[in-house]
């Protein structure tokens, strides 16, 4: 039903929301500028989550959120369907907040239920991060859930990150001041070197998904997986490794001693009520992604 159009002009080789046997036309963006605007009124999002463990003992040591729009009529659509238009028409900072409440509120139950060291990560747009009154937004959605703030995790890409150093920098300053963490998301992605980041105060670095997929048949990606993991460490960042799939991935970062995993082999990004927040033991098996 969704054809997927590949986009060569917004760098992101992401895909595009269009019917098939639909071009990507000017009728056809404004429909969908009118069905996400409806979107944002409505809420008609979905969280989902994906737990991250930490690779000495293989806890659940947090989870990230991940939005999806359920479309009414074509269904539960991932970020690849709308995001690039969403950012384009001026909704991302919305949905980024509608994500957060829902996010948090989650989280807050989880602590609540016994889980109370769960880091809830959730990813900050570019337009979001650069609003004047990001702080206070952030703040007063940690007053309406009730999260703590130790709780929470930011993440920004490189881009967001680099597109206005001296803002930035001040931004994560003030995020660390009222207790909530920054993570640099996509490491690797960008046009950055760690060099250039490493004056950046996060708590943390995520490693692309795209390096990890490679770094177990690819013996340049394992060297430069390897380098960053222990160049993150030496400006003493944790390293997060994304995409993990299979069991020789998962070998492989805990031997370079990245810090904490997340990927399909651990579990899919799933809605709140089937996300396992326990010990997930069984990875020592030969167990296939679930
Ligand atoms: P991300 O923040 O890098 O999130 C990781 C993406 O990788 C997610 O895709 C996740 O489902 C996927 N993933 C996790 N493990 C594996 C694996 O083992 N194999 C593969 N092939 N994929 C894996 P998703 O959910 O489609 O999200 C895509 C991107 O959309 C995210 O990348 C993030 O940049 C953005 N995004 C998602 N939710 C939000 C949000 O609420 N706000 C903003 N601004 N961006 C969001
Ligand atoms: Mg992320
Ligand atoms: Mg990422
Ligand atoms: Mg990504």
């Known amino acids: 039903d969704q054809a997927m159009y590949r986009s060569k002009d917004n760098g992101r080789n992401t895909y595009q929301f269009y019917l098939e046997g ?35 003992d293989h806890r659940v040591i947090g989870v990230e ?28 900072s919305q949905i980024d907040q509608l994500v957060m409440a829902e996010a948090f ?16 990560s959730v990813n900050m747009s570019q337009h979001l991060f650069n609003q004047a009154n990001v702080v206070e937004v952030i703040k007063a959605m940690l007053k309406t859930s009730g999260i703590k703030p130790k709780n929470v995790l930011i993440e920004i890409t490189e881009n967001v990150a680099l597109s206005q150093v001296a803002h930035a920098k ?7 001041a009222i207790g909530v963490k920054v993570a640099l998301d996509d490491f690797g992605t960008g046009y950055s070197s760690l060099s250039q980041l490493r004056n950046f105060p996060f ?8 390096f990890i997929r490679s770094s ?36 492989f970062v805990k ?10 082999l651990i579990q899919k990004p799933a809605p709140k009520d089937r ?7 069984d990875l020592h098996g030969d167990s296939p992604a679930t």
């Not at 708590?203 to 795209?210: G, L, R």
């Not at 996300?275 to 033991?281: E, G, K, M, N």
């Open 275 to 281: 996300v396992r927040l326990v010990l997930l033991d």
């Open 22 to 56: 639909m071009e990507p036309n000017a009728s056809n963006r404004l429909e969908l500028m009118h069905e996400l605007n409806q979107a944002v009124k409505k809420n008609q999002f979905v969280v989902y989550f994906q737990p991250q463990i930490c690779l000495a």
């Open 216 to 251: 177990t048949g690819d013996d340049l990606d394992a060297a430069f997986v390897e380098s960053i993991i222990h160049m993150a460490k030496l400006f003493h960042f944790d390293v997060v490794t994304e995409g993990i799939e299979t069991q020789s991935q998962l070998a």
């Open 65 to 92: 959120a991940l939005v999806r729009w359920n479309h009414p009529t074509r269904g539960l659509l991932t970020p690849y369907h709308f995001l690039n238009e969403a950012e384009e028409f001026g909704l991302l």
């Open 170 to 176: 001040k931004i994560i300053d003030d995020f660390h």
């Open 203 to 210: 708590d943390s670095v995520k490693i692309d998904q795209s």
């Open 255 to 264: 031997e370079k001693h990245a810090d904490i995993a997340q990927g399909y």
């Open 105 to 120: 509120a989650t989280g807050r139950h989880w602590h609540e239920s016994g889980y109370d060291d769960l880091v809830i």
